[in-house]
């Protein structure tokens, strides 16, 4: 079993994707190169918390778009805007802010042609799922839960699900 401070560390890089909206960031390592930091996980994507699908003010959806289109982006952004606040330090948060992209990214209807919407929501679905009979202020016990329940090949789909959907988003809605 692996120690509490990588399992979180993997937990935070495995829900870390499900942000993917920004930058590319390292994970946490010692500069002095130790065996441990070799072992750490590999980058994760984070999000900017301002994310917009729009070209007004960053607010208001762009000019044109259809009442669906207008829909998915205002989910898509509260999707990410929701695991932007998940913080590996802090259990209750990293939990609530999974449910809370759940909620959200589950809360539109007629997705079937948005790429990548499925594979984020099934990511989400796992994550939510491991996270059901666990007590969210327990470190040990949401970090063993989301390493149980999501893997690198996950994580790697849910990477290039996000840019799908954040692509034809962007694009208007176009695929």
């Known amino acids: 079993m692996l120690p509490l401070r990588l399992r979180t560390r993997r937990t935070a890089a495995a829900v870390a994707v499900a942000l993917a909206a920004g930058t590319v960031v390292g994970a946490c390592s010692s500069s002095e190169g130790s065996p441990q930091a070799a072992s750490e996980p590999a ?41 932007a606040g998940v913080d590996e330090e802090h259990p209750r948060l990293l939990v609530a802010g999974i449910r809370a992209a759940h909620r959200s990214i589950s809360s539109v209807e007629d997705t079937a042609e948005v790429p990548g919407w499925d594979g984020m929501t099934a990511y989400l679905d796992k994550a939510v799922g491991a996270f059901e009979d666990v007590d969210p202020d327990d470190d040990q016990a949401v970090a063993s839960a989301m390493t149980l329940a999501v893997s690198d090949v996950d994580t790697a789909r849910a990477t290039t699900a996000h840019a799908s959907v954040t692509e034809y988003l962007e694009a208007g809605c176009r695929g």
């Open 43 to 83: 980058p994760a994507i984070s999000i900017d918390s301002d994310l917009s699908m729009g070209t007004g003010d960053g607010n208001e959806p762009s000019p044109g778009l259809s009442e669906e289109c207008v829909a998915l982006q205002e989910a898509w952004a509260e999707t990410n805007r929701a695991l």
